[in-house]
């Protein structure tokens, strides 16, 4: 198994820039693809961002590609999604998952293992 835990939301201007921590407890953590999601009020959860477990490859929703980016450093057991140009559309509970097998990268159900989310707020 492995835990999930979400920092650096809070509450920016459009145009500022946040970056969001996913730490990973577990020395296996390099073995898992990783997804960001987020939730609006009212909303269902949306896929943002998810990269496989080698790093080499990323998914972005369309609405956040040239903005966002994910990334993570498996020697720290962390995954980062940096948030460039943010709108108020963006604000959110972000989320990060992981997944022990690769597919479905896009969809919720497709993630074995979820963090407590992080509050992200923009105003305009």
């Known amino acids: 198994q492995v835990q999930l835990v979400e920092s650096g939301g809070g509450l920016v201007q459009a145009g500022d820039s946040l970056r969001l921590s996913c730490a990973a407890s577990?020395?296996?953590?390099?073995?898992?693809?990783v997804g960001w999601f987020r939730q609006a009020p009212g909303k269902e959860r949306e896929f943002v961002a998810a990269?496989?477990?080698?790093?080499?490859?990323?998914y972005y929703v369309d609405s956040v590609k040239g903005r966002f980016t994910i990334s993570r450093d498996n020697a720290k057991n962390t995954v980062y999604l940096q948030m460039n140009s943010l709108k108020p559309e963006d604000t959110a509970v972000y989320y990060c998952?992981?997944?022990?097998?690769?597919?479905?990268?896009?969809?919720?159900?497709?993630?074995?293992?979820w963090g407590q989310g992080t509050q992200v707020t923009v105003s305009s």
């Open positions: 998952a992981a997944q022990v097998v690769a597919g479905q990268e896009m969809a919720a159900r497709g993630y074995d293992y």
């Open positions: 577990g020395r296996t953590f390099g073995l898992y693809h």
């Open positions: 990269i496989k477990r080698s790093g080499d490859v990323t």
